[in-house]
């Protein structure tokens, strides 16, 4: 019983790493419940798959009241796609369509996100999509500066559990938040940040247009390529 005692303490501390102060009470009534010979004794970077912190992350997401967004939202967006993938885009902000569906980049701008995922040579299910903020800014305005600052605790545990070899920063306000908000988001041109790479805590970020301004900037597709075709020679 010592081993199992010690692979509860070592699940508990983890959430508790990941700032969770409480959990569902099903998830401890089967933790103890579970029988000693499946009792989570997998190693501590298998664990957080096996035990799906992805979606208590989530939920901790979907009860978040810290910004005035979550009085105007229909539906919290949290990221979607493959939690051990080794391609992340990050996006802004929800828009309207993402709103009323839930789900990250489903609208217009979401199908050119697709299209260019399946250019690169993957399926959505292949990547991970999440937004920097994670309720849709009334009038699809650029979220506040302190709205990313809120939610930007969300992203970076996302991050952390998805863990991805490369990231892609969509739009000004990702490469802002990826950047450490430093200066003011105001100053930010993305049109001159593109086709440099940063890290974000030794994770190559490839920063390019957002999806949406490219459905009215068509000309400038070929530069947000070329910028996929940094960050796929950065994962070979």
């Known amino acids: 019983m010592g081993r199992e005692i010690e692979n509860i303490i070592e699940i508990l501390n983890f959430y508790k790493a990941l700032g969770f102060r409480e959990l569902p009470q099903s998830f401890i009534h089967s933790l103890f419940k579970t029988n000693s010979h499946i009792l989570f004794s997998e190693p501590r970077e298998n664990t957080k798959n096996e035990i799906l912190s992805i979606d208590f992350l989530n939920e901790k997401i979907k009860n978040c009241k810290k910004c005035p967004l979550s009085l105007s939202r229909k539906n919290v967006v949290c990221g979607e796609g493959n939690t051990n993938a080794k391609l992340m885009f990050v996006g802004e902000a929800p828009g309207v369509d993402e709103d009323i569906q839930g789900r990250p980049f489903v609208g217009e701008a979401g199908k050119l996100l697709t299209r260019l ?56 306000v990702a490469t802002y938040a990826l950047m450490g908000m430093n200066g003011k988001l105001r100053d930010l041109h993305i049109s001159k940040i593109r086709g440099k790479v940063f890290f974000y805590n030794q994770i190559p970020v490839v920063p390019t247009f957002h999806p949406a301004y490219l459905l009215r900037n068509r000309k400038d597709k070929w530069l947000t390529w070329e910028d996929a075709q940094e960050a796929l020679r950065r994962l070979k």
């Open 117 to 172: 995922i399946e250019k690169m040579g993957f399926v959505r299910k292949d990547v991970y999509i999440t937004n920097t903020v994670k309720c849709h800014p009334p009038r699809n305005r650029e979220p506040f500066e302190n709205e990313i600052s809120e939610c930007f605790d969300y992203l970076k545990k996302e991050i952390e559990i998805v863990s991805p070899q490369v990231i892609i920063s969509l739009g000004k």
